[in-house]
């Protein structure tokens, strides 16, 4: 998987409810030796503790790590603001990828207008976008290249499956948030099958639902870490990809 110019494993980190405590930056730096190449919080996180906890624990960032932020959730109007905030916070001169974290105030077009310039400003060096149709992903490129779109996508919530299969098409990496919804029996035998845990097999639907699909599930424990980045090895058959399929609807 290709995020800009930098690969990374498919599997990441979301961080919404990372504290800044001492715990939780040996957990950070625990989770990036064991192979963590993908991190993803955002500006209003535990109001601003998980780009604290992120930036305290792995600044200078390692070569290859990918630390993603967002903002302009309410409003982009402070947009230049957050990241100037942000960039103090992960203690760095550049964000790699920086998200819109929401269409709010104003047309997508300006917000990612102020994004493109902080960009040439090299405060940001990737834009991405998130929770967004295809025609906001569209209207977007018009104003300058769309680097990855997170939306919300699991078997349980599937009302982006045209976007996921857009960004296919497009080569757009899609960053599903909160993809480890859902469940039930087909999920509890195939895990069994594969002597795997039931998350793990959510996340390796992931995978094969859609070659540019990157989850970040959120965790705080290590363990879970190394299991989520361990379900890239699981293979689904054709036949249990589609009882998960019909599973999920």
């Not at 102020?114 to 490129?141: F, H, M, Y």
């Not at 899609?174 to 998350?199: C, D, S």
């Not at 870490?225 to 998960?244: F, G, H, M, W, Y």
Request: aromatic share 6%.
């Amino acid at each position: 998987m290709r995020i800009g110019d930098r690969s990374m494993g498919r599997v990441g980190l979301g961080t919404n409810r990372l504290d800044n405590t001492e715990e939780n930056r040996s957990f950070l730096r625990a989770a990036v030796a064991a192979g963590l190449g993908h991190i993803d919080t955002a500006h209003l996180y535990t109001s601003g503790e998980s780009e604290r906890a992120i930036g305290e624990a792995l600044a200078p960032f390692p070569d290859g790590l990918v630390v993603a932020t967002k903002g302009g959730y309410h409003s982009s109007e402070k947009l230049r603001d957050e990241v100037e905030q942000s960039l103090e916070s992960l203690r760095i001169d550049s964000i790699y990828l920086y998200y819109l974290h929401r269409v709010s105030d104003r047309p997508i077009e300006d917000s990612i207008g102020i994004l493109a310039e902080l960009r040439d400003e090299r405060k940001i060096r990737n834009i991405g976008i998130s929770e967004v149709s295809i025609g906001e992903i569209d209207r977007a490129r018009q104003v300058t290249d769309v680097a990855a779109v997170q939306n919300e996508y699991s078997l349980a919530e599937r009302k982006h499956d045209e976007v996921v299969d857009f960004c296919a098409v497009e080569g757009i990496p899609f960053v599903p948030f909160f993809p480890l919804r859902g469940g039930g029996k087909a999920v509890r035998e195939i895990a069994a099958k594969h002597g795997a845990t039931e998350n793990q097999i959510k996340l390796a639907w992931l995978l094969r639902r859609s070659r540019v699909m990157a989850p970040i599930p959120g965790s705080l424990s290590l363990g879970h870490v190394k299991e989520n980045l361990a379900a890239t090895k699981i293979e689904l058959s054709d036949e249990q990809l589609d009882r998960l399929e019909k599973s999920g609807r």
